[in-house]
């Protein structure tokens, strides 16, 4: 039980003050402009590419009918390139954004869905067998290894 408030429920929550949504998430790339060449070779828009001398430079990219961004650069934070793993793009249709991607020369896994049989999460191939929403993906990696996992959400739960 939390000690601030030990005359609360844990799940009973009081409404942020405010919206927060996510912006942007950083990618920690090796080469700007080969990681620039990627993301716009997968129809990503380009929000902005600024450099304040050799040891910084910003480059913002947003997916299509996306709400969030992603930065990529020079001096933007100390990840070694290719950490950031299990970034989701949410896609409607995740038979068409495979073949989209692999249109575009990327890499592209199967899709897969996880069973919880034996009590920890377990990769099978094929999508989810009875069809359901956030429950078939398929992953990719940019040329420094950022990895992204696909889920495909036709029908999105309540509230989301």
Avoid at 37 to 55: C, H, K, Q, T, V
Avoid at 70 to 91: E, F, I, M, S
Avoid at 134 to 140: D, H, N, P, Q, R
Wanted: hydrophobic share 35%.
């Amino acid at each position: 039980m939390n000690s601030a408030q030990p005359d609360r429920p844990a799940d009973a929550v009081a409404p942020p003050a405010v919206d927060m949504k996510v912006e942007v998430v950083v990618l920690p790339v090796a080469d700007v402009d080969r990681a620039l060449n990627f993301y716009r070779g997968l129809g990503w828009r380009l929000d902005a590419d600024y450099e304040a001398g050799p040891r910084f430079r910003i480059v913002q990219l947003t997916p299509p009918g996306s709400a969030c961004s992603v930065h990529l650069g020079r001096g933007l934070t100390p990840a070694a390139p290719g950490t950031v793993q299990g970034t989701y793009l949410v896609v409607d249709d995740l038979d068409r954004a495979r073949e989209d991607l692999l249109g575009r020369g990327v890499e592209v896994s199967p899709v897969f869905h996880n069973t919880y049989d034996n009590g920890f999460q377990e990769r099978v191939d094929g999508r989810a067998p009875d069809g359901r929403s956030y429950a078939s993906f398929a992953t990719f990696t940019d040329p420094d290894g950022n990895g992204w996992l696909m889920q495909e959400v036709k029908e999105r739960a309540p509230g989301r």
